[in-house]
């Protein structure tokens, strides 16, 4: 496809519950970011991935939070157990490469509601 | 975490009106970026920003990278309808790439 896509658009969980959510990449794309955005807040950074490795994960809340790309392309962002403060949007962004004159390309978010 | 300190929180101004937001930060960055975000959508990249004092164009936004890396500007001149929408600065300490954005400037324009 021609931009980043992620699935599924809405999840609604109870709490207690586990989920998973995915990112298919631009293809060719090297660099793949995760954010997590409150409502009414800009995004912040969750964790970063350059091909299968993850770089940086500083921005995962908890160890609830768990993200992989084991091949390097598409990856899944899961949360186990699920609480009422993991209600948001998780936005995943690519990038050919990382740093400056490679910018990152989001996605339309996965909208997570926790009950 | 950490966010930039963007204002003002929101703008409701009439059709070809100019707007002017901006972004401070107390530490230093290397690239400034602007986004657009509509209703259910991600963030749409408007304007990048590299060097300190660069002033850069698209179209109808005109936005700067402060002298001392701590601040942008963006202006949208002109505004129209379909300017509507949420933007977002944001900024990159290093090269991998990781973002700290701004709380979102929400514009209205009245036709």
């Known amino acids: 496809g021609a931009g980043v896509s992620q699935s599924p658009r809405y999840k609604v969980a109870k709490r207690g519950q586990d989920v998973a959510l995915r990112c298919d990449p631009i293809?060719?794309?090297?660099?793949l970011f995760w954010y997590q955005q409150a409502l009414g807040q800009g995004p912040e950074f969750l964790t970063y991935?350059?091909?299968?490795?993850?770089?940086?994960k500083s921005g995962l809340p908890s160890d609830r939070f768990f993200a992989e790309r084991p091949e390097g392309s598409v990856s899944t962002l899961k949360i186990q157990r699920t609480q009422q403060e993991d209600s948001a949007v998780y936005l995943c962004a690519s990038s050919l490469l990382a740093g400056a004159y490679n910018e990152q390309f989001f996605g339309p978010g996965t909208r997570l509601t926790v009950l | 975490g950490q966010q930039l300190n963007q204002s003002p929180q929101s703008m409701f101004i009439q059709e070809g009106e100019d707007v002017s937001m901006n972004c401070t930060s107390s530490s230093i960055f290397n690239t400034w970026l602007w986004y657009k975000q509509d209703p259910g959508e991600g963030p749409v990249l408007l304007i990048a920003l590299y060097k300190a004092g660069e002033l850069t164009s698209n179209g109808r936004l005109t936005a700067q990278f402060g002298i001392t890396r701590k601040d942008s500007f963006l202006n949208i001149s002109a505004s129209i309808p379909s300017d509507v929408g949420i933007y977002f600065c944001a900024g990159r300490k290093s090269n991998t790439g990781k973002l700290i954005f701004g709380q979102g400037t929400t514009l209205q324009v009245k036709p």
């Open positions: 991935f350059q091909n299968e490795a993850q770089l940086d």
């Open positions: 293809s060719g794309h090297v660099s």
